[in-house]
């Protein structure tokens, strides 16, 4: 049984920084490429980053394009979200996500594999 857990986020004032983690479990992780999604109030689900099953490819949605990092631990089965200069509008739920394969997906119909999210509120 494959499951993504999701954790780090909360409430942080604009300007401030969150690190999410995304543990995985029951998929050959090194094999993944890793998503990070957020949906906010209201809204659609929406690429933010992806990470190829080798690290050495990343792709970011255009607005946080310099101001998040993905990153992976192959030997943890742990993919993270650095997010730095967060603004009011990167409030949303965040959800990791596993697609299977090589590539940078940025659809979320490439991706098998959801956690449950972990809320991110950022404050003026």
């Known amino acids: 049984q494959v499951q993504l857990v999701e954790s780090g986020g909360g409430l942080v004032q604009a300007g401030g920084s969150l690190r999410l983690s995304c543990a995985a479990s029951?998929?050959?992780?090194?094999?993944?490429?890793m998503g990070w999604f957020h949906q906010a109030p209201g809204k659609e689900r929406e690429f933010v980053a992806v990470?190829?099953?080798?690290?050495?490819?990343?792709y970011y949605a255009d607005s946080v394009k310099g101001r998040f990092t993905i990153s992976r631990d192959n030997g943890k089965n742990t993919v993270y979200l650095q997010m730095n200069s967060l603004k009011t509008e990167d409030t949303a739920v965040y959800y990791c996500?596993?697609?299977?394969?090589?590539?940078?997906?940025?659809?979320?119909?490439?991706?098998?594999?959801w956690g449950q999210g972990t809320q991110v509120t950022v404050s003026s």
């Open positions: 990470i190829s099953w080798s690290g050495r490819s990343t």
């Open positions: 029951g998929l050959t992780f090194s094999t993944y490429a």
């Open positions: 996500a596993a697609a299977a394969g090589v590539g940078v997906p940025q659809v979320s119909s490439r991706y098998q594999h």
